[in-house]
């Protein structure tokens, strides 16, 4: 089976900086993109920020010049370097991947890790 599992999650004060990694195991045929999310208590899914294979990146908004997603193809990893974090930032932070296992891609979901922001 494939498993996604994050780490990196933590309690931060505002403007410091977390460095979350995904990284995907089991049967991969290969990765098309790979992606963070988050979920704050009463609020939507969001997407966060995005990568697929070729290398482009998207990011949310909000957090725009501040986050910075990258990935290490040869260990099927993604990080997501937090900068400048803020309270409004507080959420379950949860890495997808879109991943070919065999005849079809399909979308698996880590756990979760939390990011708190406060003083």
């Known amino acids: 089976q494939v498993q996604l599992v994050e780490s990196g999650g933590g309690l931060v004060q505002p403007g410091g900086s977390l460095r979350l990694s995904c990284a995907a195991s089991g049967s991969i045929f290969s990765i098309n993109a790979m992606g963070w999310y988050r979920q704050a208590p009463g609020k939507e899914r969001e997407l966060v920020a995005g990568?697929?294979?070729?290398?482009?990146?998207d990011y949310a908004d909000s957090v725009k010049g501040r986050f910075t997603i990258s990935g290490d193809n040869a260990k099927n990893t993604v990080f997501l370097q937090m900068n400048s974090l803020k309270p409004e930032d507080t959420a379950i932070y949860y890495c997808?991947?879109?991943?070919?296992?065999?005849?079809?891609?399909?979308?698996?979901w880590g756990q979760g890790t939390q990011v708190t922001v406060s003083s």
């Open positions: 997808n991947a879109n991943i070919h296992t065999g005849l079809r891609y399909k979308n698996y």
């Open positions: 990568i697929i294979s070729s290398g482009n990146t």
